[in-house]
């Protein structure tokens, strides 16, 4: 027997109007349409449904009890719907895991999102490295904004904007007045011997200039670690050592003159922000848009702090 939700909301139109020409108006449909629709429903189930009582069309007993069975079929497909639909405001949440140095541009990127789309809610956990990894490996965030991918997972990663590393000083500091007095570059080997406030060992900026100046045939070796780029600003601008730092995260203390870029030789070391994924996660239309916003606008953003990188 082939009966479709069609067929069952068409009867229980019919029923209540007592009319082909009446339900074909509020269905929006044309009355032989409505016609044939009951015609083959009839056929499908092998009895007559309906009769003519002068103008009107009314239910047999056959029909009666279809109607009764229909009605209760209509209601649970209703509630279906309206699961659906909960489940689907559900999947507006858009979770986002990101490392400790993004916060600075991923909070302004999720501010300008949530009002350009409404209804969304973001989740957003700031962390390190090594909580990022573990949560890629276990499916749990929509995404993850770090710095270079873990090579060994299956990942969609993409690059959102350079993330320069620059070193900073304090404007008192000896090796500053060499910048802002424009006379020179200063040598690479000359900061290696200086006092450095870093990152803890395990982040991912820590790595990476542990590497650069491997690279550059130097050992870096860092006098204070700290566990955030908040206190590595403070300790650099109270003189605690010079510091390595992503350039985004210190724009207002540029614009302010308590931080200085020195000019140091391959320094910036450009790394990369990346938008990452694992390869298979189911991602809500919401996440997807997103992925998009921050695409887009990563160029902006980024023009927007490079401004204030001295030349």
Partial sequence: ?????????????????????????????????????MKNLEEAVGLTIFERQ????????????????????IKRFKRMNDSLRALQNVNQKIKISAATTANHFITQMMAEFSRQVEGVTIALDITNREALVAQLQNYDPDFVIMGEPPKKLDL??????????????????????????????????????ESFVVREEGSGTKAAIKRHF?????????????????????????????????LHTIKTELEAKKLVVLNVEHFPLIRYWNIVSRKGKKLSPAAI????????????????????MPS
């Fill in 289 to 308: 848009e997103f992925k998009k916003f921050i695409l887009k606008s990563a160029e902006s953003y980024q023009k927007s702090y490079q401004d204030v």
């Fill in 1 to 37: 027997m082939n009966i479709s939700l069609k067929q069952l909301l068409i009867l229980d139109v019919v029923a209540e109007t007592q009319s082909y020409t009446r339900t074909a108006e509020q269905m929006n449909m044309t009355q032989p349409a409505v016609s044939m629709r």
């Fill in 214 to 246: 491997k690279e550059n045939g130097l050992k870096f070796v860092s006098s204070y670690e700290m566990s955030s780029n908040e206190s590595i600003k403070h300790a650099v601008v109270a003189g605690l050592g010079l510091g390595i730092v992503a």
């Fill in 156 to 193: 969609d990663s993409a690059p959102i904007m350079e993330n320069p590393l620059v070193v900073i000083a304090s404007p008192d500091h000896p090796l500053a007045k060499q910048t802002l007095d424009h006379s020179g570059q200063i040598k690479m080997n000359d900061i290696a011997k």
């Fill in 54 to 73: 002068g103008k009107k069309i009314v239910l047999t007993e056959t029909g009666l009890i279809m109607l009764e069975h229909s009605k209760e079929i």
